[in-house]
């Protein structure tokens, strides 16, 4: 083990995520006051700039909180005890905001899916269809499932609700693909939108948002379940912040900061940035993997691998956490773990947020290394193949 690791932690965990220097500086100075109006004036650049980056003209709000809390306001705000909801299975995730979903009393059906396939939109559509009596009031989806690396394609599933005019809302957890992967709020059809700040905002973790539609907002209105911190109600009424509570101040400079990064280097190119990175990874992936005896990639649906996080598969009869603790004690490189079921079972290479080629093969070099100090099968030359693919 280093003693004393030297030089930068190589920090590729899919959220939090690594803070550019420039968000730092940014929010390095002293506190202002959340009511006046220079506070005011850069609160609602930041809704703006963050509406662009949902791609939506609607209804935001911000709140104290980690991810975790955005998914609580949507639910608080919008079902009572006993309503029922339909849920995409897409992993640990899904599972989470299920389980918070039925702590809330919320009646929850669950559309089962494999974890490694991801959910057939086809046999949703018909459930859809199928719910004649429109018992079901909304279906939650993940886009980005950042346990198995999978992408959600919430655009049919808004055409299957269409299909069958069923008036449910389309909830749509963007966590892990805001600013990393491209995601279409109003084109989409999305009702809420849930986003937190550690991913690809490169901001600390502690700020969250939603995203609200009319008709959600219209939904809100006339449930009358009890909540108070989550009210977007009550929010309004908090003009012209719309925020409950003290203003997170700093997460607003930081957020100012991250929003011009994004807008200097252009949406589509940021977009275009984790492709690359992601294509790359994959390659190494594959190559580790080509004996049919390596880490394999998680995703088995090509057209639904994650531009943001690669989720790996251990060879058989190894497990991940070691070889993650030589990864960070030896050499100084963070990557993340497996939840719930696929704990020791996968590791994860985060590629989303303020990263390049550098940062990405340094990540990939390393991996290599942790692995073969640890023992752990694999075909070498991963790195060769994604320096191929970064090239081409
Ligand atoms: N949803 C997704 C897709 C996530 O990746 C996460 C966290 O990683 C969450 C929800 C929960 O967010 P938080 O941990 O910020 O509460």
Redesign the pocket.
């Known amino acids: 083990m280093n003693a004393k690791p030297r030089g930068r932690q190589f920090f590729n965990n899919?959220?939090p995520t690594n803070i550019p220097d420039r968000v730092l500086r940014a929010m390095d100075r002293p506190v202002i006051d959340f009511m006046s109006d220079e506070f005011v004036a850069i609160q609602h650049a930041c809704h703006a700039g963050v509406k662009r980056v949902l791609k939506t003209d609607q209804t935001l709000y911000f709140y104290n909180s980690?991810?975790?809390?955005a998914?609580e306001a949507a639910l608080a705000n919008l079902f009572s005890a006993g309503d029922k909801v339909l849920i995409v299975e897409t992993g640990y995730?899904s599972q989470?905001?299920e389980e918070m979903a039925v702590n809330l009393g919320i009646i929850v059906e669950t559309f089962a899916a494999d974890w490694r396939k991801g959910a057939d939109i086809a046999k949703l559509a018909e459930r859809i269809a199928a719910d004649r009596a429109h018992e079901i009031k909304a279906v939650l989806t993940?886009h980005?499932?950042?346990a198995t690396g999978m992408v959600l394609p919430v655009a049919e599933i808004r055409r299957a609700l269409d299909q069958a005019r069923h008036p449910a809302l389309l909830l749509s957890?963007t966590?892990?693909s805001l600013g990393s992967i491209d995601y279409r709020m109003d084109a989409w059809g999305v009702d809420v939108t849930v986003g937190?700040s550690?991913?690809g905002l490169m901001l600390p973790?502690g700020m969250?948002l939603t995203g609200v539609s009319g008709k959600a907002l219209d939904a809100a209105r006339k449930n009358k379940a009890p909540r108070h911190y989550w009210n977007w109600e009550l929010m309004n009424g908090r003009a012209p912040q719309k925020f409950m509570g003290t203003a997170p101040v700093h997460m607003f400079f930081g957020l100012q900061e991250s929003l011009r990064m994004l807008e200097e280097e252009g949406l589509d190119a940021v977009f275009q940035r984790h492709t690359r990175l992601a294509e790359a990874t994959r390659a190494a992936v594959r190559h580790w993997g080509s004996d049919g005896k390596g880490p394999q990639l998680f995703c088995q649906t090509p057209d639904r691998l994650s531009n943001s996080v690669t989720t790996v598969v251990m060879p058989e009869g190894t497990s991940s956490d070691p070889l993650r603790k030589v990864a960070i004690d030896r050499y100084n490189l963070s990557l993340g773990g497996g939840l719930g079921p696929l704990m020791g079972k996968v590791f994860r290479i985060g590629h989303m947020g303020d990263l390049n080629e550098p940062m990405l093969l340094g990540c990939l070099a390393t991996t290599e290394l942790a692995m073969r100090t640890s023992g752990i099968p694999f075909v070498a030359g991963g790195v060769d193949a994604a320096i191929e693919s970064l090239a081409g």
Do not use: C, L, R, Y
């Open positions: 899919p959220g980690s991810g975790h809390g998914w995730f989470s905001w993940v980005n499932e950042t957890d966590i892990s937190g550690q991913k973790t969250a």
